[in-house]
């Protein structure tokens, strides 16, 4: 079950809120003023259970100009975003800015929704539809579904609940849990009998009841109380969900929109950044050295000072290496996206990615200085490492492995792997003293194979555990070795993507199912078996014996449960006949020593031919051995 986080973006008075409304049931205008307004002021919140299973968060943001800081407080962790477009107004300056925010922020997936369809005639769509796909040309809706809604009537909702299905399961990855958990507070009030509670979007890893985390910038330290997912009492928080958390030992004055909730002393506060700054094309203004800005980067909103260090003055269309001086303490990670507006008039400009989070103080027009952000931008050792990692991770190759393909130093590998590991880039397994590693986007290749494989093997296969981990193995993993295989399918498992019954493998989710087709083919094989009594029968003729195309299947389970029990090459019987016969065979041993196989076929009343194939496999399982032509116990 993957967890979304779907977002909406839009001009004012679109239908963003009557939209989510519509597919959920529940309103997002939490104030008043919204209310008695008829407008999304700030950041509205709900949730929606897909129908494929996945779970949604949906973030409604406001659509007017004035509260375009809320807006950008929500686009942090959006997965998806609903580009909302009334039909009988078309793309208006607040759609194209949105559109913006999120190109810079790089949101990559996304559905164009023309709400109010209800209001035009076929001819008009047509423009609106034209126009929509002009203003789209060169960002990541370029090529998005277009569909056109009325939530007044409920026209076309079943569609963008399919769309919205489709893009969950086919183009969104799951975010990575087994990270450093890391949420950006939104929203920060207080309950009565609880104390202080935060909200926001959990970005990476997980958080769990009682875990204790400091609040960046302030750099207070609590304990998680509580955790509310969808509203409902949680345990855990995955990364992907929308999250709310009752903290201990803080006070509501004491925290903010803007702070960040993480593991104690896993981040630095900083006043200043390294940023590769890119202006927009639209853009109606330059950037000069130390202008003064408003820098947007997770939920937080802070002023700066931007000093470009390659030029005196950044126009529209262009992109530099700059360092913002800010005017207040943040704490954020490399690779962190964020957005820029002008300090007066409000606009927004541009935006970037941040290359070091804590650096020191930069020169202007310094070559080396320059030179050191260009490697930091695009790589440093650790790509070649990275490189090497991704071209044999169908080996998950050890540091060793590695360290004779580059013919560097196992110590200069190990550093690489630690930052690539922090990085977020690859999963290290650790198995005595080595550590083995693979690329994740690797890793997410083999989880989707190996997802698809057991779900349509489920499909085909209802009565069965699973698959063998060997079948797995030699599928999508023949090149591993067996230690390091063997850690994997505990990772897998630790994830919830899979679970393991002795040497079966099912998807997480999965159980089997003993319905009636199952029930009717148990009777049948228990009653034919009762019958046969010690006369073993074989799995193919009990399929015959059987009239359903789920004997053979059935009958595994049944084995795999152990109410039946196969004899060899003889046949199969039921755990109870087998029972009888052991315990007969053992009696009679004991009382006299040794057994004949005449002895024994009289004790079963039986013939000499199942007598013998019998004390052969209570020979086999070491309940007897022969002497000569007698068994004695083993």
């Known amino acids: ?218 750099n207070k330290i609590c304990k998680i109380r509580n955790i509310q997912v969808h509203s409902n009492d949680a345990n855990e928080a995955y990364a992907g969900q929308r999250t709310a958390i009752n903290l201990s030992n803080v006070k509501k004055s004491e925290i903010y929109r803007g702070c960040v909730i993480a593991p104690k002393n896993s981040m630095k506060n900083t006043m200043m950044l390294d940023v590769k700054l890119s202006i927009l094309k639209s853009s109606r203004r330059i950037v000069e050295n130390r202008s003064r800005l408003h820098l947007y980067t997770g939920t937080s909103e802070i002023l700066c000072r931007v000093v470009l260090l390659d030029r005196d003055e950044l126009s529209p269309g262009e992109s530099c ?130 997802e698809k494989y057991l779900y349509k093997y489920h499909e085909t296969k209802q009565y069965s555990k699973g698959t063998k981990k060997s079948e797995i193995k030699s599928r999508f993993l023949p090149a591993v070795k067996q230690t390091v295989f063997d850690l994997i399918i505990q990772s897998f498992e630790s994830k919830g993507l899979i679970k393991t019954d002795g040497e079966y493998v099912s998807l997480g989710y999965f159980q089997i199912q003993y319905d009636e087709q199952y029930k009717n083919v148990e009777h049948n094989v228990i009653k034919i078996l009762r019958e046969a009594k010690f006369e073993l029968i074989k799995l193919e003729e009990l399929a015959v014996m059987i009239n359903s195309n789920k004997t053979e299947e059935i009958i595994s389970l049944m084995l795999d449960d152990k109410k039946l029990v196969k004899i060899g090459e003889s046949g199969i019987t039921t755990s109870e006949i087998y029972n009888d016969a052991k315990e007969k065979l053992v009696e009679f041993i004991k009382k006299n020593t040794k057994i004949s196989a005449a002895q024994y076929r009289d004790l079963l009343d039986t013939n000499r031919k199942i007598a013998i194939g019998l004390l052969e496999h209570f020979d086999s399982v070491k309940v007897t051995k022969r002497v000569e032509n007698d068994r004695i116990l083993f």
């Open 321 to 450: 290496y700059a360092q913002l001086r800010l005017e207040e303490e943040i704490a954020v990670r490399r690779k962190d996206k964020f957005i820029v507006r002008f300090y007066s008039p409000m606009e927004t400009i541009g935006g970037g990615e941040i290359i070091e989070p804590v650096p020191l103080k930069k020169k202007r027009f310094d070559d080396l200085l320059l030179e050191e952000l260009k490697v930091k931008e695009k790589g440093s050792s650790s790509d070649v490492i990275e490189k090497i990692i991704t071209e044999n991770s169908k080996n998950v190759p050890s540091i060793s492995d590695i360290a004779k393909i580059t013919a560097l130093s196992e110590e200069e590998i190990r550093l690489s792997v630690e930052i690539l590991e922090e990085e977020e880039k690859i999963t290290v397994f650790n198995f005595k003293n080595e550590k083995y590693v693979w690329h994740k986007n690797y890793e997410r290749s083999i989880e989707e194979s190996i």
């Open 1 to 218: 079950m993957k967890n979304i986080i779907i977002g909406t973006a839009g001009h004012i008075d679109h239908g963003k809120t009557t939209l989510i409304k519509a597919l959920t049931g529940r309103e997002t205008d939490r104030w008043e003023e919204e209310k008695r307004r008829g407008i999304t002021i700030d950041l509205g919140f709900t949730y929606f259970d897909l129908p494929n299973g996945n779970k949604a968060g949906i973030i409604d943001v406001p659509g007017h100009e004035r509260f375009i800081k809320n807006m950008l407080a929500g686009v942090i962790g959006m997965d998806l975003v609903l580009l909302v477009v009334a039909a009988d107004e078309g793309m208006m300056p607040q759609t194209t800015e949105h559109l913006n925010i999120l190109n810079m922020l790089g949101v990559k997936k996304g559905i164009v929704v023309i709400t109010k369809y209800d209001l035009i005639d076929s001819e008009w769509l047509e423009l609106v539809k034209e126009d929509i796909k002009e203003e789209l040309k060169d960002t990541f809706l370029e090529n998005a579904p277009m569909i056109e809604v009325s939530s007044k009537t409920g026209y076309g909702l079943d569609k963008l609940i399919d769309a919205i299905v489709n893009k969950t399961e086919t183009e969104i990855e799951e975010r990575d849990i087994n990270t450093i958990p890391r949420l950006p507070i939104d929203r920060v009030f207080s309950i009565t009998g609880f104390g202080t509670v935060i909200t926001g979007t959990l970005i990476s890893g997980n958080l769990k009841k009682g875990d204790e985390v400091e609040i960046y910038p302030v």
